[in-house]
T-cell receptor, first 112, second 114 residues
Framework: DAKTTQPPSMDCAEGRAANLPCNHS???????VYWYRQIHSQGPQYIIH???NNETNEMASLIITEDRKSSTLILPHATLRDTAVYYC?????????????FGKGTKLTVNP | DTGVSQNPRHKITKRGQNVTFRCDPI?????LYWYRQTLGQGPEFLTY????????KSRLLSDRFSAERPKGSFSTLEIQRTEQGDSAMYLC????????????FGPGTRLTVT
């Protein structure tokens, strides 16, 4: 079972920041938080991951709370092409299973 | 195109028939994964290979399902005696050793069992 909880859907205006929350209250010390997204009719796409520090790359920023029980994915300037289902996943990177356990994710709709 | 490729993209079959799907991972990736996705759900893990060795199998992978990666490159997923409940998108992903967090997914094969 997925170890994360996400809202089923969110809306965002084009050009605005999209903030997608994720709860992972049972996360253990050696588990990372990963975000993937899935645009309609495509395979999932990796976005970003982090352990306890905030992370930023060319696609998004990841903010992890100090207690690591929740995180937020930020798309700073959402475009129509960011409309997708966003999945938050917790996983060990070493010594654990290689699999990704997906929940139902958050369907983000970016409106013009 | 250097991404993960899957063939066929769509397959319609009658119940009871066998089907086989192929996945070609990114060439330098030694890890290969199969997932299944039904409508409205996230992908579910089926199995994973490191090179040619199948290291993990989900309990979802019944004995009608078999996956191979004979030379550590492409992989095949076969479903025998298909059932209507097998209708789903079958996704393949690959990753590199040492960069295991980033799995690159293919476009999937959509199976419809009539």
């Amino acid at each position: 079972d997925a170890k994360t909880t996400q809202p089923p859907s969110m809306d965002c205006a084009e050009g605005r920041a999209a903030n997608l929350p994720c709860n992972h209250s049972t996360i253990s010390g050696n588990e990372y938080v990963y975000w993937y997204r899935q645009i309609h009719s495509q395979g999932p796409q990796y976005i970003i991951h982090g352990l306890k520090n905030n992370e930023t790359n060319e696609m998004a920023s990841l903010i992890i709370t100090e207690d690591r029980k929740s995180s937020t994915l930020i798309l700073p300037h959402a475009t129509l092409r960011d409309t997708a289902v966003y999945y938050c996943i917790v996983r060990e990177t070493q010594g654990g299973s290689e699999k990704l356990v997906f929940g139902k994710g958050t369907k983000l709709t970016v409106n013009p | 195109d250097t991404g993960v490729s899957q063939n066929p993209r769509h397959k319609i079959t009658k119940r009871g028939q066998n089907v086989t799907f192929r996945c070609d991972p990114i060439s330098e990736h030694n890890r290969l994964y199969w997932y299944r996705q039904t409508l409205g759900q996230g992908p579910e893990f089926l199995t994973y290979f490191q090179n040619e060795a199948q290291l993990e199998k989900s309990r979802l992978l019944s004995d009608r399902f078999s996956a191979e990666r004979p030379k550590g490159s492409f992989s095949t997923l076969e479903i025998q005696r298909t059932e209507q409940g097998d209708s789903a998108m079958y996704l393949c992903a690959s990753s590199s050793y040492g960069v295991a967090y980033e799995q690159y997914f293919g476009p999937g094969t959509r199976l419809t069992v009539t």
